[in-house]
């Protein structure tokens, strides 16, 4: 089974400023890696597909990268409503979630 | 629109199994694939297994093999999962989800599944 650690667990940030939050793979997961937004009493809401494909809708201050086992997640221009949950998901064989990032502002 | 619908609650209690539901509208559900995933309160997400609804094949989360059961009503665009045996480990929000072109693309609001006696 893939592995992913995902870090930190949770961070504070500031209004308009820029946060990254980072995904390591146990094995090569070849770019198969999505982001998502959770929020309670929601389902997650998918940001990013393979590393880097914002999906329709999704405003370009989220971006992602990464390649092999390293990938990391960006949120730039922070807003009040991007408090919420952070997860990583890799897809490349079956699926694993990261342990999630909690984004305080 | 895209839309996966699950009930809101489910009580149950210890030991009893449980089954819940997955309805899908606005897109052809035979040719994606539905996932289920499991949320403990104050834990994060957790894949329990998926299913093809255009040839019923199944995948499973080896943890989930014993715990979970993935069927499908292809008449009514409706995914299942029950739960048997159930323990206090095992009250969660479940989510369902579809594979689109790129990973789970649209999710349902979950179901709080509540196993108290």
């Known amino acids: 089974d893939i592995q992913m650690t995902q870090s930190p667990s949770s961070l504070s940030a500031s209004l308009g400023g820029k946060v990254t939050i980072t995904c390591k793979a146990s094995?090569?997961?070849?770019?198969?890696i999505a982001w998502y937004q959770h929020k309670p009493g929601k389902g997650p809401r998918l940001l990013i597909h393979?590393?880097?494909t914002l999906q329709p809708g999704i405003p370009s201050r989220f971006s992602g990268s990464g390649s092999r086992r390293d990938y990391s997640f960006s949120i730039s221009n922070l807003e009040p409503e991007d408090i919420a949950t952070y997860y990583c998901l890799q897809y490349d064989n079956l699926w694993t979630f990261g342990g999630g990032t909690k984004l305080e502002i | 629109q895209v839309q996966l619908q699950q009930p809101g609650a489910e009580l149950v209690k210890p030991g009893a199994s449980v089954k819940m539901s997955c309805k899908a509208s606005g897109y052809t559900f035979t040719s994606y694939w539905i996932n289920w995933v499991k949320q403990r309160p104050g834990q994060g997400l957790e894949w329990i297994g998926e299913?093809?609804?255009?040839?019923?094949?199944?995948n499973y989360n080896e943890k989930f093999k014993s715990k979970a059961t993935l069927t499908l009503d292809t008449s009514s665009s409706t995914a299942f999962m029950q739960l048997s045996s159930l323990t206090y480990e095992d009250s969660a929000v479940y989510y369902c989800s579809r594979r689109g072109a790129g990973a789970m693309d649209y999710w349902g609001q979950g179901t709080s599944v509540t196993v108290s006696s």
């Open positions: 393979y590393t880097s």
């Open positions: 094995q090569d997961i070849n770019k198969y």
């Open positions: 299913i093809y609804p255009g040839r019923g094949i199944t």
